[in-house]
């Protein structure tokens, strides 16, 4: 059981508890002889069924009508009980009116409810000046009547009825404190800014008024009037009176602030009127960031009708409700639904033009709790995404449970994730790999933290300093804990940083990978998964050309390989873009559009795969379980997406809209700056036609031909001369020999190379 059940479960029970506890005291056949019963009766039941009204309140908050009439009927029976008990035969009209106050006296506690008077405190906030004095008025005169009466019950030691000179007392005060209040301006002070000098004129008014009051009927004296009352009476009022006014400047002035600060927010209505919805808005209430307005639903029969005491609208009226009630976001609720069905949802949001943000699904969800924390930008895989298939848990933990497992580029936006469901594998193991030291302090200490919280056997995590070029260091770390399977994520991925740098990306890419195969096969490492890219696929630049590179070099070894016992495994798994990742166009237009834009676009009509970086990393260690020696496998990644179509979809979902000939006043504008060198209009995953099914629905097998290791081997050796002297033009030259398909276009781009050019045209 959660904390707040337990919580929840003490206050219902110390509330029937209480209410038992009064039936019983109520029952007893004694009472103190010197105190009258009826005053006992009334005076002490209308306290108890106060306190078990505020005791109701906090433990049935949302059914206040079930606990008053609870508490009515409860004081009707301990009457009738009573009226059979032997000290206590009360008349039955009396039964009548006690157990009627009783009922009232049990809705002490919702009134007490600060809510109600934050409600109440709006519509005294809307009176006119003059009405407010009136009211001002009229409560400083019912002070003064109180604080008589107050005064002669402290006289005479006993309840009185005012009656007879008693009224002369209650004349003197209204006819000596209003007028002088008035003078002293108490009236024209604004209560919830009154300060300091408010109160001071409030003191000098009461001291003369003390003064007069005491003069007439202390000194003077009035017939019937203690004489002490002119003594008593004017500090009971300065209290009375100083009380009032902190009361109202705490009430109406918290509330006018509190009014004012709200008006001030966005205005947001929640999609969804289910059980998420409600439990948001619930945490919603006191947000510093936004105010709920009211619902959204699906279901006509909630429309118009109103839960938690906001309205439910019609989802089809949004547009007329965004101008009508100022709204500038829409907060979907709605865990539950089928990714198809959220993507209906937000395409009729998004004629609207508000923001939209979200809730994550149930199984993200903390104990199906919702809290305010749990809302999130609305990320673009919600609507680029696909309902995910539910991962095989066989292939998944296949090659990976109990094992030593090493994972190179631990660091980036691929092989973070692989690590993070690695270690839902439960591994024994886990070697983390990476020449950034930054990028390895951080994953480590996620995983670190992770840990803790994991059932099952212990996991060893180690964070390894090391490049996949340094043939000694990828050595020492094989020999020492000779891994039973590599997933090789290391590689540089941005086409035009790899192009500007085009050296150290082949070095990097292909003989990164070369040096980290090699150490794998020999010590004995059953399998060994490239982790590769559409890019790969008819390369028009030098890091997908180098990738193919890489793609070719695993194939070679695969063949060259011996099947059998002790034999590595090689396979590659090659997929488009993920969201959300180092080099992805998603966070780069997210922040674009935070600073007002323009969102920058290379071309209008460039197309990309997408898929999510969970996902993706998934159907990577699943593929690997089925390799059986140099297998290419593809990952299904649905539909390309125009990036320009990207860019107005996430300009519409921030509740803006874009900037174009259609609508120059528009908020963001899309501005083309042209393609970078070696970059495509559109990716391919295959190089020929004639994908084969595997056994999971997202991966498929490609066949695609390779140089042999021969001849492969030799123009590797080639290729790594012409890296030692950055001769770009002979490296460009030697990877279009090597991969069918590159068509490097345009000049050289390589800094180094350009600069040393520009110099040898200057001498």
């Known amino acids: 059981m959660t904390a707040g059940a337990v919580r929840e479960k003490f206050k219902r029970w110390a509330f029937w508890v209480a209410c038992l506890t009064v039936l019983a005291l109520a029952l007893m056949p004694t009472v103190p002889s010197e105190i009258p019963t009826t005053g ?76 109600p008077l934050h409600r109440s405190s709006r519509h005294v906030l809307a009176l006119p000046r003059v009405a407010k004095r009136l009211v001002a008025l009229a409560a400083d005169a019912s002070l003064c009547v109180l604080t008589v009466w107050m005064a002669m019950s402290l006289r005479l030691d006993s309840w009185v009825t005012l009656s007879g000179a008693h009224w002369w007392a209650v004349a003197g005060s209204l006819v000596l404190a209003l007028p002088l209040f008035v003078t002293f301006g108490l009236y024209r002070a604004i209560f919830r800014y009154g300060g300091s000098a408010a109160m001071a004129a409030m003191w000098r008014a009461s001291l003369i008024y003390g003064l007069l ?109 965004v101008r009508a009630l100022n709204v500038t976001t829409v907060l979907l609720a709605v865990p539950s639904a089928p990714r198809k069905r959220r993507n209906e949802i937000l395409a009729a949001i998004l004629d609207a033009h508000v923001a939209v943000r979200t809730l994550p699904g149930l199984t993200d969800l903390a104990q199906g709790r919702v809290h305010t924390s749990d809302l999130r930008e609305l990320e673009i895989d919600d609507l680029l995404g696909r309902d995910p298939v539910p991962p095989n848990q066989f292939l998944l933990v296949k090659n990976i449970r109990g094992k030593v497992v090493l994972v190179t580029g631990a660091g980036g936006s691929i092989g973070s994730e692989l690590c993070r469901q690695i270690v839902k594998a439960s591994p024994d193991v886990l070697l983390l790999v990476e020449r950034s030291e930054f990028a390895l302090y951080t994953i480590h200490g996620e995983l670190q933290r992770l ?27 094989m020999r020492t804990w000779r891994p039973h399977i590599v ?31 090699r150490m794998a096969v020999e010590y004995g490492v059953s399998d060994f998964v490239l982790v590769s890219t559409d ?39 090659r997929f488009g873009n993920v969201l959300g990742s180092s080099g992805s166009v998603v966070p780069l237009f997210r922040q674009q559009i ?29 593929a690997a379980a089925m390799a059986q020696g140099g297998d290419v496998f593809v990952l299904d990644m649905s539909e390309p997406v125009k990036i320009v179509d990207l860019a107005r979809r996430m300009i519409e979902l921030s509740g803006l809209t874009v900037n174009d000939a259609n609508n120059p006043e528009g908020d963001i504008a899309i501005r083309i700056t042209g393609l970078r060198p070696g970059e495509k209009l559109y990716e391919e995953l295959l190089i020929g036609d004639n994908p084969l099914p595997t056994h999971h629905p997202r991966i498929m097998k490609a066949h695609e031909d390779f140089l042999k290791w021969g001849v492969l081997g030799e123009r590797l050796e080639a290729l790594s001369a012409a890296l030692d002297v950055n001769d770009v033009p002979m490296i460009r030259q030697l990877l279009k020999q090597m991969v069918n398909g590159y068509r490097p276009d345009g000049e050289v781009v390589d800094w180094v190379h350009m600069e040393q050019k520009a110099a040898a045209l200057v001498a």
């Open 487 to 517: 997933y090789h994520a290391a590689a540089y991925k941005h086409v035009p940083l790899v192009e500007h740098n085009a050296a150290d990306g082949v070095k990097n890419n292909v003989f990164g990978t070369l040096v980290t195969a």
């Open 594 to 622: 935070k600073e007002g834009g323009p969102i920058t676009l290379t071309h209008p009509g460039i197309t990309r795969y997408f898929m999510t970086i969970p996902e993706a990393a998934q159907l990577v260690i699943q």
């Open 451 to 477: 840990l803790p919280g994991k059932e099952g056997p212990a996991i060893r995590v180690v964070p390894l300093l090391a490049s996949v070029r340094e043939e000694m260091r990828m050595r020492e770390i």
């Open 213 to 321: 009051y005491g003069v007439v009927f202390t000194v003077m004296g009035v017939e019937g009037i203690p004489r002490t009352i002119g003594l008593i009476q004017p500090p009971l009022l300065l209290v009375a009176i100083g009380a009032s006014r902190t009361m109202a400047r705490y009430w109406l002035g918290n509330s006018y602030q509190s009014r004012i600060a709200r008006n001030t927010l966005p205005g947001a209505l929640i999609y969804g009127a289910g059980s998420a919805g409600q439990q948001l808005a619930c945490a919603m209430a006191q947000s510093p960031d936004m105010h709920v307005i009211g619902f959204l639903d699906d279901d006509h029969r909630l429309h118009g009708g109103t839960v938690r005491g906001l309205t439910v609208y019609n989802p089809s009226s949004l547009s007329e409700r």
């Open 535 to 573: 890019k790969a696929v008819r390369p028009t630049n030098v890091m997908g050309t180098s990738k193919r590179v890489a793609e070719m070099v695993l194939q070679a070894l695969a063949e060259r390989t011996s099947p059998g016992p002790g034999a590595t495994r090689f396979c590659m798994v």
């Open 40 to 115: 006992w009766d009334k005076s002490n039941h209308m306290l108890a069924f106060a306190v078990l009204g505020l005791l109701g309140r906090s433990a049935y908050g949302h059914r206040l009508s079930a606990v008053a009439i609870g508490l009515f009927f409860c004081g009707a029976l301990i009457e009738v009980l009573q009226s059979f008990t032997p000290t206590r035969m009360a008349e039955w009209g009396d039964l009548f009116a006690d157990s009627l106050g009783i009922g009232a006296a049990c809705l002490a506690g919702p009134v007490l409810d600060w809510r």
